[in-house]
């Protein structure tokens, strides 16, 4: 495993930092959005902007949760404890993200809310993710790893990926031209797929050559 | 909610514009931002039979929040780049099947026109509404100068082509092609609410949304209306638009405000309010943005799911 220098003295740094307060540092975006939408200073179409920067920030804490193991690989810093964090913060933006759109945009319209729900894209494919993580998110207490058995439980937690991987997707899918920001992203999280993609046929090479050689 | 049309409406004002007035105000046109403190100048107009009967979105809205993509997709790029846009000298050429074509300068065009205030509701094919007051005159007025030939019956539309001044069209990423072009029937064109606007709230338009002229059909989805015009062109055949060419399945080139037909990716039922924050009722949209009694006769017999 490569190892950057100095990666040893970051990991230890980390290692002091307690993870707990990290939630709250976690939430200060949505409070800051959340309380400038209900300040009016948004600007013009604060509901948009609001329901954006969320969505937004769920995909990057997913995001984050993904790269934790590749930067490992790659560097040696380890944000391993940090992981759980990522994923519940992603979690809880993509249901502040939802709640926007249910409440503030649709307004609890539920005839349309269900048109939309079975009939547009990019609105399955967000519901589609959100609900992959709501497992996760259930998931994410040490008993329930004892509970579920590790093997099991890293089995159920690599939905993270496709559910990382629908999100990107319905960024894309509902802007109007090709704009650079939701490719970056998309082109992100395929490198990641592609990482982990190529971490499972390694480890399988090896176990195949560990059958053969025994 | 629209007052109802009759000449007997358009009571005068005692807005008429003086030949003096007229004058200023196109002069004020074209060197408002010279005047001294870099104020607006405010330009005279008649109130018209053909506003609405709504409360026009904050000026701040209007001007801070638009889609040009010339300077960039965000919503916020027109304001922060379009200040760097040259506007005077500015002319428009006119050519086609017209008996009078040429270049025609701004102030050409602007003159003789009798200005007016058209309060219009603009809705936007993303899903969402703002109401602007402006300033303006009928298409008509200038088609009918340039005598539009025997054959002609389509106008096509051409806005400024200037990567120097606009950064949209400069750069590796290409959001679409350009110069943006648009296009009207003869018989929409002609039609007394499709205006030029030269201004909104009484001041002359803000670069952002299409100084120094623009079109506005208010019936159709916002970015048939296009900013910024250089050429106007009348010809025999339905001419290229821009999102037409970019994505033909989902902007048609009639792109009628229509709850009933939705953009394939989402709903246009209903839209929301630009400005109200963030608990604004959504709006029920209209057929043909409320203009339905004006304008539904030219579109009688047509199947608008297919012509969309
Ligand atoms: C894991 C779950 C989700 C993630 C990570 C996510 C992420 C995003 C992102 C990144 C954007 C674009 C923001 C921007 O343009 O700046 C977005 C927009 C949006 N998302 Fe999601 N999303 C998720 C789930 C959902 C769900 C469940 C819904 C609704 C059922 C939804 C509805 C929307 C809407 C309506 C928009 C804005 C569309 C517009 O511009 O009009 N998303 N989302």
């Known amino acids: ?214 | 909610m629209r007052r109802k049309l009759g000449y007997a409406d358009v009571t005068p004002k005692n807005l008429y514009l003086s030949r003096r007035t007229l004058m200023a105000g196109a002069a004020g046109l074209a060197a408002g931002a010279l005047l001294p403190g870099g104020a607006l100048a405010r330009i005279a107009a008649e109130a018209s039979p053909y506003s609405i009967d709504a409360t026009p979105t904050a000026y701040e809205d209007i001007t801070s929040y638009n889609n040009f993509y010339e300077f960039g997709v965000d919503k916020g790029d027109p304001k922060a780049h379009a200040g760097a846009l040259t506007t005077e000298p500015w002319s428009v050429v006119i050519d086609g099947l017209v008996g009078r074509p040429g270049t025609y300068p701004l102030e050409d065009l602007v003159a003789p026109a009798r200005l007016e205030e058209r309060i219009y509701r603009l809705r936007c094919v993303e899903g969402w509404s703002m109401v602007i007051p402006w300033i303006g005159f009928p298409l008509a007025d200038v088609l009918s100068r340039a005598e539009p030939g025997s054959g002609a019956r389509y106008v096509a539309f051409e806005t400024l082509m200037r990567p120097e001044e606009m950064p949209g069209q400069r750069g590796f990423f290409q959001p679409l092609d350009w110069p943006y072009v648009e296009g009207l029937r003869l018989d929409e064109a002609m039609h007394p609410l499709t205006i030029l606007a030269t201004g909104l709230y009484g001041e002359e338009l803000p670069n952002q949304n299409g100084a120094p002229l623009r079109l506005v059909v208010p019936w159709k989805y916002g970015f048939k209306s296009i900013k910024s015009i250089v050429r106007i062109t009348l010809t025999a055949d339905q001419p290229p638009t821009t999102w037409n060419l970019q994505n033909p399945r989902e902007y048609g080139f009639y792109s009628n405000v229509n709850p009933a037909v939705d953009h394939p990716r989402w709903s246009q039922a209903t839209e929301r309010v630009i400005g109200g924050g963030i608990f604004a009722p959504r709006r029920e949209t209209e057929l043909f943005n409320g203009y339905a009694e004006e304008v539904g006769h030219l579109y009688a017999g047509m199947d608008l799911t297919v012509h969309y």
């Open chain 1, 1 to 214: 495993m490569p190892v950057m220098q100095g990666a040893g003295t970051i990991n230890q740094a980390l290692r002091r930092l307690p993870t707990g307060p990290g939630y709250l540092v976690g939430l200060v975006p949505a409070a800051y959005w959340i309380t400038l939408a209900f300040q009016n200073r948004l600007g013009a179409d604060p509901v948009r902007t609001l329901e954006h920067e969320l969505g937004i920030i769920a995909l990057q804490f997913l995001v984050a949760a993904l790269a934790v193991t590749p930067l490992r690989e790659l560097t040696g810093v380890s944000f391993l404890r940090f992981r759980r964090m990522f994923g519940l913060l992603a979690f809880a933006y993509a249901i502040l993200h939802f709640t926007t759109w249910l409440v503030l945009d649709r307004q609890l319209d539920w005839p349309r809310i269900l048109a939309d729900l079975v009939k547009r894209p990019y609105i399955i494919l967000g519901m589609t993710a959100l609900l992959m993580l709501i497992p996760l998110a259930a998931t994410s207490f040490d008993r329930a790893v004892r509970w579920l058995g590790g093997a099991r439980w890293r089995r159920l937690h690599r939905l993270a990926y496709p559910a990382t991987a629908l999100a990107a997707v319905h960024f894309i899918w509902l802007v109007k031209t090709w704009p650079l920001e939701p490719l970056l992203y998309a082109a992100v999280v395929a490198l990641l797929l592609a990482w982990r993609a190529r971490g499972a046929v390694f480890s399988r090479r090896r176990r195949i050559r560990g059958q053969r050689a025994a």
